[in-house]
Antibody, heavy 124, light 108 residues
């Protein structure tokens, strides 16, 4: 069974840091682009970042560039999101998701499946 | 940057057909994907590559994409279809993934 399980969320003060993890199972992580998507309370979905199968290509939404970094460790079946200089507007549920089909070279793909999400709250 | 425009809400009676639109400049030249999200749950893919259905998604769900509008069509709507629906594309000019703002489908 394909599974994605996020962890690492919690309450952090503005300016603080958190590292989110996404543990995957049931498929070869090294074959897929992976992505982080967030959803602020009561709001819509916002793509945050995605990363190529071998980590050689990464894309981040403008609002997190220079603050957030996506990474992966295929040997550990894990995806990560390092979040620094957190702001109140980063408060959201963060989802990891598998992107596209195995082996694709393009980030142009859909997300399936998704993890259950982890809540990040930035507040003093 | 590229913008996807969805109606905030659509209402439909059970058994009828719901159509949810996603507007964008020449969106017909892009691949559009659709997600369903019920309260408290993660999104679920319901349509990919404009009109393909993942396994497990009912045939009542279909999609189309042409010109400046992509459409998700749900036939014979059921109470269980009530959810938020999001369209998504990849914008190659900005190297960004874009979501529409979402449409809340209400089953009357």
């Amino acid at each position: 069974e394909v599974q994605l399980v996020e962890s690492g969320g919690g309450l952090v003060q503005p300016g603080g840091s958190l590292r989110l993890s996404c543990a995957v199972s049931g498929f070869p992580l090294s074959s897929y682009w992976m992505t982080w998507v967030r959803q602020a309370p009561g709001k819509g979905l916002e793509w945050v970042a995605n990363i190529k199968q071998d980590g050689s290509d990464k894309y981040h939404v403008d609002s997190v560039k220079g603050r957030f970094t996506i990474s992966r460790d295929n040997a550990k079946n894990s995806l990560y999101l390092q979040m620094n200089s957190l702001r109140a507007e980063d408060t959201a549920v963060y989802y990891c998701a598998r992107q596209g089909i195995a082996g694709t070279k393009t980030p142009n793909g859909w997300f399936d499946p998704w993890g259950q999400g982890t809540l990040v709250t930035v507040s003093s | 940057s590229y913008v996807l425009t969805q109606p905030p809400s659509v209402s439909v009676a059970p058994g009828k057909t719901a159509r949810i639109t996603c507007g964008g400049n020449n969106i017909g030249t892009k691949s559009v994907h659709w997600y369903q999200q019920k309260p408290g749950q993660a999104p679920v893919l319901v349509i990919y590559y404009d009109s393909d259905r993942p396994s497990g998604i009912p045939e009542r769900f279909s999609g189309s994409n042409s010109g400046n509008t992509a459409t998700l069509t749900i036939s014979r709507v059921e109470a269980g279809d009530e959810a938020d629906y999001y369209c998504q594309v990849w914008d190659s000019s900005s190297d960004h993934l874009i979501f529409g703002a979402g449409t809340k489908l209400t089953v009357l």
